[in-house]
C-alpha cells in the first residue's frame, strides 16, 4: 500500500479519501435526509432502507413502496435523499459512485433518477438516468464532482415518476453511495481529458496540465 493511501479492512488500500460512505447493511438511511416532493398520494412511496434487492450486503435503498414493491402511488411519485454537506477539497479530483437497479419505465424523460448538486447557489444537474439504462440488474454510476472542488455542497438523489401512469413496477434500488476525493489534481492533455459531462460546467485544460472548471451562471437543474 502506498503511503498515501488510505487504507481500511472494508475496501483495502485505495487512493481515494471517503468524505461520505452508506452501504445501508444496518437498514438505516445512515444520514442521508430523504424529503417526498409528492403531492398527495400514499406516503409509503418514498425512499427507505430495504433488504429485499442489494447489491452488496444485507440493505439497499429503495425508492417506493416496501409491501406490494411498486411506486403507484396515484399520482406522480417524487422524492429526494440528500447526503451530509461536504466540502469538497480544493484543487483535487472528487466524485460520486453509486450502485443502481432499476425496474422503471425506459427511456429518458420519465421515471426520472437524477443526481443534483448544491453548491449554495445554485443546484445543478450532474447526472441523469439514460434512456438505455439497464433493467433490473446493477450497474454502476460514476459522477465527475471535479467542478466543485473547494466547495461546501450537498449531493441529492431524485426520483421523479414524472406523470401517474404504468408506475407498477418495481423501482429503483441504489447501493454502496460514496463520496470521495483523490489525493492528486486532475491532470490533462487536452481539453477532452476535463470532459465532465456535467453540462453547466465549462471544462479545460489549463497550461499548467490540470483541469479547470467554472460553474455557468445561466444554467438551470430542471425545466
Known sequence: CCAACACSQEIGCSPWTTHFRADFDDLTLQ???VVSLTPGGSADVTW???????FQGAGALYFGAVGPYNYDNGGVARAQATLPEVTLPAALLSELVLHAWLDVETGAGWDELRVLVNNGDKTVLVWAKPANAPQQEWFRVQVDLTAFAGQTVTVTMEFDSVDPTINDTRGVFVDWVE?????????CADDADCDDKVACSKDWCGEDGLCAYELLAACCATN
Open 31 to 33: 444520514a442521508i435526509d
Open 48 to 54: 427507505q432502507p430495504d433488504p429485499s434487492e442489494v
Open 179 to 187: 463520496l470521495r476525493s483523490v489525493q492528486t489534481a486532475k491532470g
